[in-house]
């Protein structure tokens, strides 16, 4: 079992910065591919960005790419999304998410575990 928690949510003005973060905890983190998506309201859940346990590339949707940066601290058992150039449609809650899957599933289904989100709102 994998516990997730997300952190780091809030409202923020167009065009600026938040950082939010991930900790896993319960079973090892080894060998998990880690992934961001988010929910709108009234929306289906979609898939941000995922990176792979080790090496490999780490994946972005189109609509986030060169705005949003995944990164992982394998020793500490964290994750972060660093979003910038925010955009009113980025207002969703935002969950991260563990899969036992090689590479970097987009699919919610591939993933196990889930935290329980954070909100994150973008005024314009």
């Known amino acids: 079992q994998v516990q997730l928690v997300e952190s780091g949510g809030g409202l923020v003005q167009a065009g600026g910065s938040l950082r939010l973060s991930c900790a896993a905890s319960?079973?090892?983190?080894?060998?998990?591919?880690m992934g961001w998506f988010r929910q709108a309201p009234g929306k289906e859940r979609e898939f941000v960005g995922a990176?792979?346990?080790?090496?490999?590339?780490?994946t972005y949707a189109d609509s986030v790419k060169g705005r949003f940066t995944c990164s992982r601290d394998n020793s500490r058992n964290m994750v972060y999304l660093r979003m910038n150039s925010l955009k009113p449609e980025d207002t969703a809650v935002y969950y991260c998410?563990?899969?036992?899957?090689?590479?970097?599933?987009?699919?919610?289904?591939?993933?196990?575990?889930w935290g329980q989100g954070t909100q994150v709102t973008v005024s314009s």
């Open positions: 998410a563990a899969a036992a899957r090689v590479g970097v599933p987009k699919n919610p289904s591939d993933y196990a575990y």
């Open positions: 319960g079973r090892t983190f080894s060998g998990y591919a």
């Open positions: 990176s792979p346990w080790s090496g490999g590339v780490t």
